[in-house]
């Protein structure tokens, strides 16, 4: 049985080292856009991408016209890149593991992790007030389900966006490029 540990606990730190080695990376991306302001931009374009995507499905009936295509489809790409761009400028806090952050990093992560999991909560009972409401309407289930994923990704990118809008700004020193020998 130790065998067996021993080779789990070999995997996950070959694993932890790999996660390391991308954080490094995705830290050094993007330098000039590591401040306050660009982040809150970014949160912004979220919340705008997110709202797109519940007008689109609230105003889906059972023929789609071009102004729900629009709405839904343009809000998907403006929050998916919003959001993978805040990702990055948040770093690990917003995707890396507990173990590998600092006492001030895990009480933020903390923080803002039981706020967004009230905010996921609260929109699924809006997606079960709206399911019960249109419930009796033609192609009800279709429309159920749209809802319930526009209020799905509002929940779950809640996390990275309020990180995004309360970080302080970055210590530009703590991303200047390493030369490729020396030890980061």
């Keep these: 049985m130790t065998g067996k540990q021993g080779w789990l606990a070999a995997r996950w730190e070959r694993q932890q080292e790999r996660f390391e080695e991308v954080e490094l990376r ?33 105003l889906f009936v059972t023929q789609q ?14 929050t998916g890149t919003a959001h ?29 992790t039981y706020v ?20 009796n309407t033609e192609d009800a289930g279709f429309r159920i389900a749209i809802m319930l ?5 509002a929940g779950t990118t809640s996390a990275a966006t309020i990180l995004g809008w309360t970080l302080p700004d970055d210590d530009p020193e703590d991303f200047t490029d390493f030369d490729e020998g020396s030890p980061a």
């Design 26 to 58: 995705r830290a050094r991306k993007l330098p000039t856009w590591r401040t306050r302001r660009r982040r809150r931009h970014l949160s912004l374009l979220v919340i705008l991408g997110n709202l797109m995507l519940l007008v689109g499905a609230s």
């Design 65 to 78: 016209g071009p102004i729900f295509f629009g709405l839904w489809f343009g809000g998907a790409l403006i």
């Design 84 to 112: 993978w761009l805040l990702r990055i400028l948040t770093g690990k806090m917003s995707g890396g593991f507990s173990l590998r952050l600092d006492e001030r990093e895990r009480e933020m992560r903390h923080r803002v």
């Design 116 to 135: 967004s999991y009230q905010i996921l909560v609260g929109l699924m009972m809006v997606g079960m007030v709206y399911s019960i409401i249109i419930s």
């Design 149 to 153: 994923t526009a209020l799905l990704l």
